[in-house]
């Protein structure tokens, strides 16, 4: 594991990468696993983890995370500068490949980008620079650069405005 200089981990964080993976973390990162810290209600310490030789998760410089739960069979790579609510989830993976075999997708996720609180980011799916994911939003597929989004499964309601 890599990580940079003024990493903040508030409360416990559990980080689990497997061998023969990568977990990279960038500069000036937050990770806040208590809601002393984040008063929204955190429902879980924040969570890395790989789950297959090759597997990477790689995060940029000056993210911050709440009770983040963040799972790579394959990829997931988050940009400088993003904010990850409470409870947010981002996996690449399905889940209980015992049961049900389905291939793990790459997750990419753009500078600037804020998601919201309680919302869901699927496998395969790309967000990309300045977009916003609305609270509790479940996104199933890509989101266009400056889009804002927000359901379940999310959708664009807007855009921002480039200038701001």
């Keep these: 594991m890599k990580y940079g200089v003024g990493l903040k981990a508030r409360g416990c964080c559990i980080v689990e990468r497997f061998q023969c993976s990568t977990i990279e973390i960038g500069g000036h990162c937050t990770f806040n696993s208590s809601s002393r810290f984040n008063f929204r209600g955190i429902n879980h310490k924040c969570i890395i983890q790989t789950g297959c030789p090759g597997a990477k998760i790689i995060i ?7 009770g983040v739960s963040i799972v ?21 993976r399905d889940g209980h490949n015992d049961i049900y075999k389905s291939e793990s997708r790459p997750i990419y996720i753009g500078k600037h980008a804020w998601i919201g609180m309680n919302a869901t980011v699927l496998k395969g799916v790309t967000i990309g620079e300045y977009a916003i994911v609305g609270a509790g939003a479940i996104v199933t597929k890509d989101v266009p650069a400056y889009a804002i989004v927000a359901g379940v499964s999310a959708r664009i309601i807007q855009y921002r405005n480039r200038c701001e």
């Design 60 to 66: 940029g410089n000056h993210c911050g995370f709440s």
């Design 72 to 92: 790579a069979d394959k990829e997931v790579i988050i940009d400088d500068y993003v904010t990850v609510g409470a409870n947010v989830i981002i996996g690449d």
